[in-house]
């Protein structure tokens, strides 16, 4: 046998035809975060020839499987003139993050654009977040990863100068402790358990349900044994806030909370302000991002929204809230 082989071995190597077999390589699974802020590089902002010059800034994000959620970039840029200069930003589309105004002075920094900002930016606006001239959610559900580029138009004969921006991306899906569980519904997030073992049922891994917090309370009676709360449901409050504005025909807004369950899927009612009783108008699930759109109205009044109190098990006691009222004209 091992002269027959031998022999296989020479003819072989005599006629050319060597296989090399190489073991396979494992890949290397990379946990998904939710959230990723990307910064690119400032420099200097050319001034304008016969028309505005544009001068491009870019950064790449990092690859991801999920979809763009939301975004919001932050803007440092130095300028004597504002009215003299536009922002934009582009990646699957192009978006205005800042429009010029007349007589709006020297560029105030820095700027933050987020959709759900509370106000639009303006000629006397100090700095900020603020809500962009066109929305950032044109960029929702588009690929995350790959070329983001700020894109900086100045109609002045002289320079500027971008000191820093940065891309700030949340994804529709992600897995920061690298489980194979989703962290919309992996119930021990932050701690890797991809058996989502549960063996007491309490809507806790076993991996994060842990001793008594010294809150008092049982851990059998505790919804947040990790925590320490002097509740009914031993987990802490949380609050919510709110808003709501009109938009091209629509009424949206977003619930905001340090606990992500306590935005995700939040429900949300709008109510229109009347003598009496406010009447209920419609209830809605906000996303997980906690972002939510319905139509206009189609009478006029004055409209507001509610986030309704709720206990989410082995997280948080969610506080009720309420926006400011919008008014809505026929």
């Given at each position: 046998?091992?002269?027959?082989?031998?022999?296989?071995?020479?003819?072989?190597?005599?006629?050319?035809?060597?296989?090399?077999?190489?073991?396979?390589?494992?890949?290397?699974?990379?946990?998904?975060?939710?959230?990723?802020?990307?910064?690119?590089?400032?420099?200097?902002?050319?001034?304008?020839?016969?028309?505005?010059?544009?001068?491009?800034?870019?950064?790449?994000?990092?690859?991801?499987?999920?979809?763009?959620?939301?975004?919001?970039?932050?803007?440092?840029?130095?300028?004597?003139?504002?009215?003299?200069?536009?922002?934009?930003?582009?990646?699957?589309?192009?978006?205005?993050?800042?429009?010029?105004?007349?007589?709006?002075?020297?560029?105030?920094?820095?700027?933050?654009?987020?959709?759900?900002?509370?106000?639009?930016?303006?000629?006397?606006?100090?700095?900020?977040?603020?809500?962009?001239?066109?929305?950032?959610?044109?960029?929702?559900?588009?690929?995350?990863?790959?070329?983001?580029?700020?894109?900086?138009?100045?109609?002045?004969?002289?320079?500027?100068?971008?000191?820093?921006?940065?891309?700030?991306?949340?994804?529709?899906?992600?897995?920061?402790?690298?489980?194979?569980?989703?962290?919309?519904?992996?119930?021990?997030?932050?701690?890797?358990?991809?058996?989502?073992?549960?063996?007491?049922?309490?809507?806790?891994?076993?991996?994060?349900?842990?001793?008594t917090d010294g809150d008092g309370r049982a851990d059998t009676?505790?919804?947040?044994?990790?925590?320490?709360?002097?509740?009914?449901?031993?987990?802490?409050?949380?609050?919510?806030?709110?808003?709501?504005?009109?938009?091209?025909?629509?009424?949206?807004?977003?619930?905001?909370?340090?606990?992500?369950?306590?935005?995700?899927?939040?429900?949300?009612?709008?109510?229109?302000?009347?003598?009496?009783?406010?009447?209920?108008?419609?209830?809605?699930?906000?996303?997980?991002?906690?972002?939510?759109?319905?139509?206009?109205?189609r009478a006029a009044g004055r409209f507001y929204v509610v986030?309704?109190?709720?206990?989410?098990?082995?997280?948080?006691?969610?506080?009720?809230?309420?926006?400011?009222?919008?008014?809505?004209?026929?």
């Amino acid at each position: 046998m091992r002269l027959v082989m031998a022999r296989l071995a020479l003819t072989a190597l005599v006629t050319g035809f060597v296989s090399v077999v190489t073991p396979a390589t494992t890949a290397v699974a990379v946990p998904v975060p939710c959230v990723v802020t990307t910064t690119g590089t400032g420099g200097v902002v050319q001034a304008a020839g016969d028309t505005f010059t544009t001068t491009s800034f870019e950064l790449v994000a990092p690859p991801a499987a999920a979809a763009v959620e939301d975004v919001d970039v932050e803007v440092s840029l130095v300028h004597d003139n504002a009215s003299q200069v536009r922002v934009r930003l582009a990646h699957a589309t192009t978006s205005i993050l800042q429009r010029r105004f007349v007589d709006s002075g020297p560029q105030v920094r820095p700027l933050t654009w987020d959709d759900e900002a509370a106000s639009a930016y303006g000629p006397t606006s100090l700095a900020g977040a603020y809500r962009p001239d066109e929305p950032l959610a044109e960029h929702d559900g588009t690929a995350a990863q790959g070329q983001w580029r700020l894109l900086v138009d100045n109609w002045a004969g002289f320079r500027g100068r971008l000191e820093s921006w940065s891309v700030r991306i949340s994804y529709a899906s992600c897995d920061a402790d690298d489980d194979g569980a989703e962290d919309h519904s992996d119930n021990c997030t932050g701690v890797a358990n991809p058996d989502q073992a549960d063996r007491d049922a309490d809507g806790v891994g076993d991996a994060c349900d842990g001793d008594t917090d010294g809150d008092g309370r049982a851990d059998t009676a505790d919804g947040c044994r990790l925590v320490a709360a002097a509740t009914a449901t031993g987990c802490p409050r949380i609050a919510t806030q709110v808003r709501l504005r009109k938009e091209k025909g629509r009424l949206v807004g977003r619930v905001r909370s340090d606990a992500r369950a306590c935005r995700s899927g939040a429900e949300v009612t709008l109510k229109r302000a009347k003598p009496g009783r406010d009447l209920r108008l419609v209830v809605l699930r906000a996303r997980t991002s906690g972002r939510f759109t319905t139509r206009l109205p189609r009478a006029a009044g004055r409209f507001y929204v509610v986030v309704r109190g709720r206990y989410v098990p082995g997280v948080a006691e969610c506080v009720w809230s309420r926006s400011t009222t919008v008014r809505v004209r026929r």
